[in-house]
């Protein structure tokens, strides 16, 4: 595909790894629209992307209908889509069960798994089929690029996330067998553990504690998950296909 000129939207855009793949694609010459709840910290990201023609729209990607007409408002505003990235996602981290000396000091709850369950796994089917549908309707081949991460294998502390991110691998691959007649493409990005605003914030051990399990001895940077973004983009073999960037690290 062709970046100059093309029509990218991203979900959580706003920040983190999604500013960063906004950033770089509208470099390129892209115009992107830009989904993310905060519309402070989205009209921000907006104006601070290179080029115009930038649009923005607020909503919930696991709402229905918010999705439905935010890609109504872009697919019109960008005059089509061609390429959708799912990034948007939260964390609920927890236990399974916390115990001590045979007594129960905490469980997940219910509320934890559905809010993790509704945005990273409910919302990217429904921002991808959304995303399918204007594609197909309006005959323009596209790309579709949903995020999972290096916990799709499980992760400590993550059961919700994990299972939500290993969901997205395996729609991903389905779509790509779906999709591919109508020439559109799917593949999934698995970042290892990136310096986002969130995982700069954490303690410096912490993050010590994190790099001593990486064989890149560093965390990634949010550009180097754009710059696989970019790739995948650009090169119209690839399909239904996960790249985990993770620096070598294997939970």
């Known amino acids: 595909m062709r970046l100059e000129g ?24 892209a115009r992107i629209g830009l989904i993310d709840l ?5 009209e921000n990201a907006r104006n601070s992307l290179p080029g115009h023609q930038h649009h923005a ?14 890609f109504e408002q872009l697919d019109q505003a960008l005059g089509g889509i061609d390429a959708l990235i799912n990034n948007a996602g939260i964390t609920r981290d927890g236990l ?28 990217v ?12 309707k309006g005959k323009r081949p596209g790309v ?6 290096i916990s799709r294998a499980g992760n400590f502390g993550q059961s919700n996330y994990s299972a939500a991110k290993a969901g997205v691998v395996a729609m991903t691959v389905t779509w790509a067998a ?20 969130l995982v700069a914030a954490m303690p410096e051990k912490a993050i010590n504690r994190i790099t001593d399990q990486i064989p890149a001895e560093r965390l990634a ?25 993770d620096g070598g690290l294997r939970l």
């Open 96 to 123: 399974l069960v916390k115990a001590r000396d045979g007594q129960i000091e905490s469980r997940m709850s219910l509320k934890q798994w559905q809010q993790v369950i509704d945005v990273n796994l409910t919302g």
């Open 6 to 29: 093309s029509n990218i939207v991203i979900t959580g855009a706003a920040r983190g790894l999604g500013l960063a793949m906004a950033s770089d694609l509208a470099a390129q010459g």
């Open 125 to 136: 089917f429904l921002c991808g089929r959304e995303a399918a549908t204007l594609m197909i």
């Open 221 to 245: 940077e949010p550009e180097e998950m754009a710059a696989t973004a970019r790739f995948i983009l650009e090169n119209d073999y690839i399909n239904g296909r996960d790249f985990a960037v």
């Open 57 to 70: 729209v607020t909503a919930n990607v696991s709402d229905e209908g918010e999705v439905e007409s935010a």
């Open 38 to 42: 905060d519309a402070d910290a989205l």
């Open 178 to 197: 779906e999709l591919a007649r109508y020439g559109i493409r799917c593949a999934t990005i698995s970042p290892g553990f990136t310096r986002t605003e």
């Open 144 to 149: 579709i690029i949903n995020i999972s991460s």
